[in-house]
């Protein structure tokens, strides 16, 4: 997986409220048993004209030049709510973005994002909404720094905050764990509890 | 200490409290589908990794497939048989159970794993599927995953989890005639909001909840995901017991004993506390029905969608409105009268054997409205089988529904079958998010019975308008 530690990015701004996985990638742009090749569905329904063309809608933030090379969504509260689909975050992570900024997040989306390398930082919408309003006259120029090591969102024209992530998430990313391998180093204590368990419930 | 009941599953799942301050958990069932099993599947094997305990591992079929009678690997959607037949190859490489298509098991995820007593009161059962939380009815720690976590289950029979915080929604007093499981969650999430549960283990709890079947019960729980819990769950009583009782994974004989005397202990203790404490009346509720693009855009059947100065924050009155627009509709127009194309009785939320009886009870010697396009899909074929044993098949059929086989179907659009564009779809699914049956679709979710009545009228309609609603 990939680590982030720090990253300076275009960040555009998606304020919706309650932006679903659906939205983030229809279910008729997955359409092989794969991982990849799921960038070009990213927001489908809203950066085309119409389902299934490739032509570009204008109006979408990540079609206009200004956005070019967004590396980094504002988003809206309850970001990524909906279906459980990690699709979602694999085609964020193969078109481009590293980190995610919303007051609230899915919380399944936000198991996929930090299993992915995605950063998904928590601040309050006032703070989302100042951000974006800070970027808006020249996002090309006045890009996002998000610094995980010190839990620090900034821009060059000099708007900060903090924010909170749990240790453990911090750690896998920073690090760029695998979970599974970091897991079976625990492979002793889950035999421990298999040999207690079957004892205890035996009819499982 | 006093302890709820989400924490009492909780401490006897417990392996170890990681460094990281997460913590490790046992998980006792993993469940699969076609649409994201296979790609969990295929990406542990391409890791090099296998399956801990094959036999604690369920898969079915139900998203991409079609529900099409005489149906096979081919689908509407294109490249489903890819998903499909990779799913087959892969659950046999890994030795795991499949309920594939022709199986008279087969039905979806939630509705077959209950069903089947897969899930039991006090396990802990995960899916990569978000409305997992379902299957907390029967008194489980059940929830969604991402496909990444499948994996890791898969691989170690555990996931590093934190611990959510604990809501109890207290449903006290009796529903009026007429009053559904899907109404009360519906309710609560447009009292409380979509993001009203966030990070909370979900237990739904007072006299209306005791009073709910177990499907009832199964339907309430499902929604919970759409009040963004981490789940929801109801303690097993009598009922769940009598429910699992010589279901084909259910124990038996004195391994029978012995589970009864541990499930009867999974209850909330008298002084135990939660985070967040919600009371309803449940006398208070009424038919309830989405009106626009979020499970919280709701009111009364027989109300009128809420002006704009009833939502709290600019973020809440630009949704409202951009859900208006989708819709085609205004703030202030009423609900009842309005008309429908599409009606659908189906999903994991609403079509267990008495969701399809209670539209049936309406339906009964009566046609769906011209103009309506209506399908039926039950939700396994095992209800399938027992609604057409009570001869509920050709009450649907001669009123006008086609009857489908089992699966998810127009829940959601993958690309292959939909509704059309604009057109205004009555469902008893559980979203009703843009495009979610088919792009431009305008959905709006409500109980099997509003959903029946709605179809006769031709336009949306109280239920309790027919004498036979129950
Ligand atoms: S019926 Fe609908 S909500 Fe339920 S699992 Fe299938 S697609 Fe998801």
Do not use: M, Y
């Given at each position: 997986m990939q680590a982030f530690t720090c990253h300076t990015g275009v960040a555009a701004p998606l304020l919706?409220?309650?932006?679903?996985?659906?939205?983030?990638?229809p279910s008729r742009e997955m359409r092989l048993v794969s991982k990849k090749g799921l960038a070009e569905g990213l927001f489908a329904s809203w950066r085309y004209v119409l389902p299934d063309s490739r032509e570009h809608n204008p109006d979408f933030v990540l079609n206009k030049p200004a956005y070019a090379n967004t590396t980094v969504i504002l988003g809206g509260n309850n970001f990524g709510c909906g279906s459980s689909r990690e699709h979602a975050v694999w085609a964020l992570a193969e078109y481009g973005i590293r980190?995610?900024?919303?007051?609230?997040?899915?919380?399944?989306f936000y198991q996929n994002c930090i299993r992915n390398g995605i950063l998904?930082?928590?601040?309050?919408?006032?703070?989302?909404?100042?951000?974006?309003g800070a970027v808006a006259e020249n996002p090309q120029k006045n890009t996002v720094t998000i610094n995980l090591k010190h839990q620090t969102v900034s821009t060059v024209n000099g708007m900060n905050a903090h924010f909170n992530i749990e240790a453990g998430h911090k750690e896998m990313l920073l690090k760029g764990l695998d979970s599974i391998g970091l897991t079976l180093t625990f492979d002793e204590d889950i035999r421990r509890f298999e040999r207690r368990d079957a004892t205890m419930r035996p009819w499982l | 200490m006093p302890k709820t009941l989400f924490e009492k599953i909780w401490d006897a799942h417990l392996v170890k409290?990681?460094?990281?301050?997460?913590?490790?958990i046992y998980i006792d069932r993993i469940f699969l589908h076609e649409r994201t099993g296979s790609i969990a599947l295929q990406s542990l094997a391409e890791a090099g990794r296998s399956v801990r305990h094959p036999d604690r591992v369920f898969c079915t079929m139900d998203h991409i497939i079609d529900t099409f009678p005489g149906r096979g690997d081919d689908t509407v959607m294109p490249s489903g048989k890819n998903f499909i037949q990779a799913t087959r190859k892969e659950a046999k490489?890994?030795?795991?159970?499949?309920?594939?298509?022709?199986?008279?098991?087969q039905g979806i995820a939630h509705v077959i794993s209950p069903e089947m007593a897969i899930v039991q009161p006090g396990v802990t059962l995960v899916c990569p599927d978000s409305h997992t939380c379902t299957q907390g009815a029967l008194g489980a720690a059940a929830w969604g995953i991402g496909s990444s976590e499948a994996e890791h289950a898969m691989a170690t029979q555990t996931l590093r989890i934190n611990k959510p915080k604990l809501m109890r929604v207290t449903f006290d007093g009796e529903l009026g005639v007429g009053v559904t499981a899907k109404d009360m969650i519906l309710h609560l999430i447009g009292q409380y909001g979509a993001h009203g549960g966030a990070g909370h283990a979900i237990e739904f709890a007072g006299s209306a909840v005791r009073n709910l079947s177990i499907e009832g019960r199964l339907t309430l729980c499902n929604m919970a995901v759409e009040f963004a819990a981490f789940t929801g769950l109801v303690a097993p009583d009598d009922k769940t017991f009598s429910y699992l009782h010589g279901r084909t994974y259910a124990p038996a004989g004195k391994d029978w004993d012995d589970a009864l005397a541990y499930w009867q202990s999974l209850v909330t203790d008298e002084n135990a506390t939660f985070d967040t404490e919600i009371v309803i009346n449940a006398?208070?509720?009424?038919?309830?029905?989405?009106?626009?693009?979020?499970?919280?855009?709701?009111?009364?059947?027989?109300?009128?969608?809420?002006?704009?100065?009833n939502f709290k924050s600019d973020d809440a009155r630009t949704a409202a409105q951009r859900a208006l627009d989708y819709q085609g509709l205004a703030c202030g127009d009423a609900m009842a009268g309005l008309k429908i194309d599409n009606a659908f009785i189906g999903s994991c939320t609403n079509a267990r054997l008495e969701d399809l009886r209670s539209a049936a009870n309406i339906l009964k010697g009566r046609n769906v409205a011209a103009g309506v396009t209506a399908?039926?899909?039950?939700?396994?074929?095992?209800v399938k089988a027992a609604a057409e044993r009570e001869g509920l098949d050709s009450i649907f059929v001669k009123a006008g529904f086609e009857w489908r086989e089992s699966g998810c179907s127009m829940c959601f659009f993958a690309g292959g079958e939909h509704f059309g564009?604009?057109?205004?779809?009555?469902?008893?699914?559980?979203?009703?998010?843009?495009?979610?049956q088919g792009p431009g679709t305008r959905t709006h979710l409500a109980s099997p019975a509003t959903v029946a009545a709605s179809a006769i009228n031709g336009c949306i309609t109280d239920p309790r308008q027919f004498a036979e609603v129950n």
């Open positions: 919706r409220i309650n932006i679903d996985t659906d939205a983030i990638i980190a995610i900024i919303a007051p609230s997040f899915g919380a399944i998904p930082v928590e601040l309050d919408n006032d703070q989302v909404h100042a951000f974006a | 409290a990681l460094p990281d301050g997460t913590f490790l490489a890994a030795d795991i159970t499949l309920f594939d298509i022709g199986d008279e098991r006398a208070a509720i009424e038919p309830t029905i989405t009106w626009g693009t979020s499970p919280q855009h709701n009111c009364g059947v027989n109300q009128a969608i809420p002006t704009l100065d399908i039926c899909v039950p939700g396994s074929q095992k564009a604009q057109e205004r779809v009555l469902s008893t699914s559980n979203r009703n998010f843009e495009s979610r």
